[in-house]
Nanobody, 129 residues
Framework: EVQLVESGGGLVQAGGSLRLSCAAS????????IGWFRRAPGKEREWIAYIRSDVDTTEYADSLKGRFTISSDSAYNTVYLEMNSLKPEDTAVYYCAARYVAAGWTDYRPISDYQYNYWGQGTQVTVAS
């Protein structure tokens, strides 16, 4: 059974940092792209970044590039999202998601939520001004 469990959310002051974790189980970690998304109150779900260990690729939403960093540790089947210089508008529920990527899908870019098959339950991040 595929499981994704996010952790690391919480309350932080503006300008602060948080590191979110996404612990994955039930699948071969390197065969999947892992993405981070967020949903702010009253807004649609927003893609943040993804990582593909199979082709050693990361990609970020332009609006968040430079403040957020995605990384992975395959030894622990965990993907991280380091968030710096946090702003009140970063307040949201943060989700990780996974989808299988077949060998040869070198140029596949999972940047939309419909491209993902599996989702975690989310972790709340609140940034106080």
């Amino acid at each position: 059974e595929v499981q994704l469990v996010e952790s690391g959310g919480g309350l932080v002051q503006a300008g602060g940092s948080l590191r979110l974790s996404c612990a994955a189980s039930g699948f071969t970690f390197d065969d999947y792209a892992i993405g981070w998304f967020r949903r702010a109150p009253g807004k649609e779900r927003e893609w943040i970044a993804y990582i593909r260990s199979d082709v050693d690729t990361t990609e970020y939403a332009d609006s968040l590039k430079g403040r957020f960093t995605i990384s992975s540790d395959s030894a622990y089947n965990t993907v991280y999202l380091e968030m710096n210089s946090l702003k009140p508008e970063d307040t949201a529920v943060y989700y990780c998601a996974a989808r299988y990527v077949a060998a040869g899908w070198t140029d596949y870019r999972p940047i939309s939520d419909y491209q993902y098959n599996y989702w975690g339950q989310g972790t709340q991040v609140t940034v106080a001004s």
